[in-house]
């Protein structure tokens, strides 16, 4: 959602704060803006619409400073109009802030601003020009100034109910930039040039390694040469430089037309990287160390719950197959968003796995918060290396997918499912897996990464596929058993990023409803690979078949026989059964990559959605 980069220092700020937002683009936005400090002078510029907009505003201003705040937006609170845009100003423009979250008593403040207006002086108005909760802080924070900025701000948020990561800057203080975070995450990386305060790490990462994350309830004092925290309290809180391995490079497309595609391609390399040196051959199970738990504890786990959202969610279905499987522990799936709202039961003997990407998905939050006050042992499967889930579980497994930018999810995915299926096998092994079926599992999973690159290869094949599908406005997906998570996964990547209405269903459960909707307007893409559930699948295709509607099938490389039930087959290499949705998700996400290009789609930052959901 939305994104701030700000910079301190001895190097010209524009130059860093444009290349920021171009950066955080992948978050989804509609507007955005910049504010620069150059001689006691602020000056700010913002448009509606792409970073080239404001860059196109830009460009015949002498905009130096070396000192400056940027933002891209999201609606939330007002529509998308440049008077909405960040920064925000307060004080007749003498005062800037860029804020990312939601002030939720941002009305009751407003009133109290305006009710205050009388007794202010002339050269401090208090005139709103936006719909927005932002600028209400802006005079909130105005209010309270009386020529130190953080107090200001800490006094001003102590009045404050909701969230934010902000960052805020004052004509008469020029090297200085205040950061705040509560709910909204922000990161402050430091080089031999001076600060930067970002949203996430994306935007730093071309300039240094070296970081800080901001806790909730931080104020951060941040000049070209020194960074101060405090408590909301105004007590100094000693912090610690941490070191994230990402690179820039990896943050770019590298000659791929889109985002989506380069990180469909990264999945071999990436896979290798959420595996290596996690699994013992000689004893055939995995060791992951971060779950902080003894042997024994992890013996006494006797439920699994996994809380997540979108595709997180259907990585964790196959984490749920594969407990059940390998560990034999009764295993649940729940969107965050209804965990965080129902009475779940749960005791200390419950592990919930938290699973997220970004790691700062904020129904997921709520539900770890929820599931750890009621004692629940709580950990992260996430991405983003400290992230507000991954700093506030106890333990966890990084998933090392590298940066992803593309709102459409997949390598994540891909990792997830990796570490979970470890998991399991951990799990397992503890318990009543024997080390032969433990051996074969790692023995599987390492030749994983050699059949994705393979199965990368029918990228051309799965584009003419798409192209003839590419008329059609709905589309059904069936899988069976672990297929099944895989069906909803490639439903969820064509609605994304195509827009065309799909659905997806456990090929038994047609019957119950769904085959009523089946006409020759309405494609089925079924999974259909050589597993335990393979004869049930094929019945569930002919019914589909019998009815005249038009097929797509996945079939393991040999069953010449589907080309009997289908008009368009797609051959991948077989896999150990529980590992097949590492290998059958790659043709659904490249087909719903190549429809979403047919179309015309906005490959990688699809109309309404963000990267990462931050509010409810
Ligand atoms: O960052 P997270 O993994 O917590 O995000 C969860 C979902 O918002 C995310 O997977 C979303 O469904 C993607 N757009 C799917 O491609």
């Known amino acids: 959602m939305c994104g701030i980069i700000a910079y301190t220092g001895i190097g010209p700020a524009l130059p860093i704060l444009i290349r920021g937002l171009r950066r955080l683009e992948y978050r989804g936005y509609d507007s955005a803006g910049v504010a620069l400090l150059d001689n006691g002078l602020l000056t700010r510029i913002r448009a509606v619409g792409k970073i080239d907009v404001l860059s196109e505003k830009i460009k015949d201003q002498e905009l130096l400073g070396t000192t400056g705040i940027a933002h891209t937006r999201w609606a939330t609170h007002g529509g998308v109009t440049e008077e909405n845009a960040h920064p925000h100003t307060a004080l007749g423009g003498k005062l800037m ?68 990561g902000l960052v805020v800057m004052h004509a008469d ?22 600060h930067y305060i970002a949203s996430d790490a994306t935007p730093i990462l071309a ?14 004092e941040v000049t070209s040469t020194s960074v101060k925290t405090y408590n909301l309290h105004d007590e100094y809180v000693e912090k610690h430089l941490e070191h994230i391995d990402w690179d820039e490079k990896q943050a770019e497309r590298q000659g791929f037309s889109h985002f989506m595609l380069k990180e469909i391609f990264d999945q071999p390399t990436v896979f290798q990287d959420a595996i290596r040196g996690r699994y013992n051959i000689a ?24 809380i997540a959202c979108g595709t997180a969610s259907h990585a964790a279905m196959i984490g749920k197959y594969a407990f059940e499987r390998l560990a034999g522990i009764p295993a649940e799936v729940e969107v965050a968003s209804e965990f965080r709202y129902r009475d779940p039961v749960i005791d200390t003997h419950t592990l919930v796995f938290a699973i997220s990407q970004s790691g700062e998905t904020a129904d997921t939050i709520a539900a770890v918060r929820e599931a750890k006050r009621r004692g629940a042992v709580v950990r992260g499967i996430v991405n983003a290396v400290g992230s ?81 599908y590419s008329g059609y406005r709905d589309m059904m997906f069936l899988g069976r058993g672990i297929n099944f998570p895989v069906a909803l996964e490639g439903s969820l990547k064509l609605k994304e990023t195509s827009y065309i209405h799909s659905e997806a269903y456990p090929g038994g459960e047609m019957k119950h409803g769904a085959l009523a909707l089946l006409s020759p307007d309405f494609p089925v893409f079924g999974i259909m690979t050589k597993n335990q559930l393979y004869e049930k699948m094929r019945s569930n295709i002919e019914e589909v078949r019998a009815r005249g509607v038009n097929v797509i099938l996945l079939a393991t490389e040999g069953d010449s026989s589907a080309q009997e039930l289908a008009d368009d087959v797609i051959y991948v290499p ?23 290009v047919i179309l015309g789609r906005d490959v990688d930052r699809p109309r309404n959605l963000a990267k990462s959901v931050t509010v409810e």
């Open 207 to 220: 300039y240094t390694n070296k970081v800080m994350f901001l806790d909730d309830g931080e104020v951060a």
């Open 283 to 306: 004893e055939g199970t995995a060791q992951l160390g971060g779950i902080n738990l003894t042997d024994n504890q992890m013996r006494e786990i006797n439920r699994v719950i996994f």
């Open 173 to 194: 203080h020029p090297d200085i930039l205040v950061a705040a975070r509560m709910g909204s995450p922000l990161v402050i990386g430091m080089d031999s040039t001076g």
């Open 97 to 164: 802030i860029v804020h990312n979250g939601i002030i939720e008593n941002y009305r009751e403040l407003k009133e109290s601003l305006l009710s205050d207006v009388q007794s202010l002086p002339p050269e401090e108005p208090v005139d709103f020009k936006s719909q927005t909760d932002t600028e209400v802080l802006a005079h909130l924070i105005a209010k309270h100034y009386q020529g130190d900025l953080r107090r200001a701000v800490e006094t001003a948020l102590s009045h404050v109910r909701g969230t934010y």
């Open 388 to 468: 507000t889930i991954a700093r506030e579980t106890d333990g966890g497994t990084y998933i090392h997918a590298g940066p992803e930018l593309a709102v459409a999810s997949t390598k994540a995915y891909t990792n997830m499912v990796a570490v979970l299926l470890l998991y399991a096998l951990q799990f397992g092994r503890l318990r009543r897996l024997s080390l032969a079926t433990g051996t074969r599992v790692v023995d599987a999973l390492r030749e994983v990464a050699e059949k994705m690159k393979q199965t990368l290869q029918l990228s051309e094949e799965i584009k003419k596929i798409a192209q003839k």
């Open 574 to 596: 077989e896999t150990m059964e529980l590992l097949e949705p590492l290998i059958n998700t790659i043709p659904l996400q490249l087909f719903a990559y190549h429809m979403a």
